[in-house]
Structure formats: structure tokens, C-alpha cells
């Protein structure tokens, strides 16, 4: 069964551009989670989508944003990039949050890098 | 606000040693806890879960405790081997369903 898979693998991008990472989740999980996690420092919850709406959000700019599919896969884009934008962002999913509180399982990430 | 605190940053052992890695949380009404492993540049691979309610988990050479009265978890790794190199961050799920993750222990085992 495959995994969290999440695309593109790197992404260069220019200061003041967008940027558009894409996360398809395990079959069966409807729950889609974004993280940030800059060098160097911790993970940073971004956004959660479930069934096709956004359920919760970090605290993070509006440039920040995304949206669920129906099929459940997921996109986070990310306008008007900033040098501190570079990150690996991670795509994690789990089981509709009507189950209850299951576990999480995440992608390989895709590296953002803005120059 | 949900703080996470894992000690040490960063531990070395030889290999075959056992390893104790500790997470530490501040507030006890979390849904379950989760350890993960990562390796440098890549994704978070799930090692256990423990719910709530629960006490411990076991994989393998892994056992992961969990006490919410005193707000903290161990995961000890039998017999260490340089495979088992890696960060491993602990995080606790709450009200609001995301994941609120510790610093992370960087582990290296040295052959």
C-alpha cells in the first residue's frame, strides 16, 4: 500500500513568487496535515484539512493557504515567497477525525528554497 | 498552550548500549502521543503510538511509556545498532487535532 506521497521532491522558487506543493494522502484517510519545518528549528503546524474542509490553522501569514480535493489529496500554496519561506514541508494524513484521534503517518516532504 | 520538551538535544552511545530518550509535556489533556524517527532531509517515519488512555507501547526493540500525571513519556531502544542513528521527536495530538511536536533527540550510535 503506498504511503503519503508528496510532490515535487525540491522546488526553487524566487523571492516574491508562488509556490504550489502537493500531498497525496493513504488511501482511506481523509485528514491532511501541513508542517514547516525550517533548518534548524522545530516543526511547525500549518494547516489540517478534513473532508474537504479546512479544520484548523496555524499560526501563519495569509500567504499561506490551500485546499482539500475531493479525492483528499491536497495542495499548499504559499504566495509572495519570502527568503524565510525555505523549508522542508511536510504532508502528513490519518483517519477521518469522526474515527477519533489516529495515528499520523507523513510524506518524504518536498524542499522549498527561495532565492 | 501545549509545551514539549525533549532532553537531551543530542545523545551518542556505542553500539549495543540501550538507549533512553525522554519527552516531556506541559499540559496532560492530549488524545494520544506519537514518536517518530527522521533522518537527515527526510520525512517522519512513525515508530509507536500510545493512546490516552494507554500506558505503554511495544515494537521490536522498541518500548515507549507514557505517564500524562506527570506529564511525560520514554522511549527506550534495546541494544542500539548504528541504524538506529537518526532524530526522534515526540508528539502529542489535543483539541484541535494537530500534532505539537518536542525538539527532537539527535542519536548517534557509534559501531
Known amino acids: 500500500e503506498a504511503g503519503v506521497t508528496q510532490s515535487p521532491t525540491h522546488l526553487i522558487k524566487t523571492r516574491g513568487q508562488q509556490a504550489t506543493l502537493r500531498c497525496s494522502p493513504i488511501?482511506?484517510?481523509?485528514?491532511v496535515y501541513w508542517y514547516q519545518q525550517a533548518l534548524g528549528l522545530g516543526l511547525q503546524f500549518l494547516l489540517w484539512?478534513?473532508?474537504?474542509?479546512?479544520?484548523n490553522r496555524g499560526n501563519v501569514p495569509p500567504r499561506f493557504s490551500g485546499r482539500q480535493f475531493p479525492n483528499y489529496s491536497s495542495e499548499l500554496n504559499v504566495n509572495a515567497l519570502e527568503l524565510e519561506d525555505s523549508a522542508l514541508y511536510l504532508c502528513?494524513?490519518?483517519?477521518?477525525?469522526?474515527?477519533?484521534?489516529?495515528?499520523?503517518?507523513f510524506g518524504q516532504g518536498t524542499r522549498l528554497t527561495v532565492v | 498552550k501545549q509545551e514539549v520538551t525533549q532532553i537531551p538535544a543530542a545523545l551518542s552511545v556505542p553500539e549495543g548500549e540501550n538507549l533512553v530518550l525522554n519527552c516531556s509535556f506541559t499540559?496532560?489533556?492530549?488524545?494520544?502521543l506519537q514518536w517518530f524517527r527522521q533522518d537527515p532531509g527526510k520525512g517522519l517515519t512513525s515508530l509507536l503510538l500510545?493512546?490516552?488512555?494507554?500506558r505503554e507501547q511495544t515494537s521490536g526493540r522498541l518500548n515507549a511509556s507514557l505517564d500524562k500525571s506527570s506529564g511525560r513519556s520514554t522511549l527506550y531502544i534495546a541494544a542500539s545498532q548504528p541504524g538506529d542513528s537518526a532524530t526522534y521527536l515526540c508528539?502529542?495530538?489535543?483539541?484541535?487535532?494537530?500534532?505539537?511536536f518536542g525538539g527532537g533527540t539527535r542519536v548517534l550510535v557509534k559501531p
Open positions: 508528539a502529542l495530538k489535543a483539541a484541535g487535532n494537530k500534532l505539537t
Open positions: 484539512y478534513d473532508e474537504g474542509e479546512e479544520r
Open positions: 488511501s482511506g484517510h481523509t485528514s
Open positions: 502528513a494524513s490519518s483517519l477521518s477525525r469522526g474515527v477519533g484521534p489516529s495515528e499520523a503517518f
Open positions: 499540559d496532560s489533556a492530549i488524545y494520544n
Open positions: 500510545i493512546q490516552s488512555s494507554q
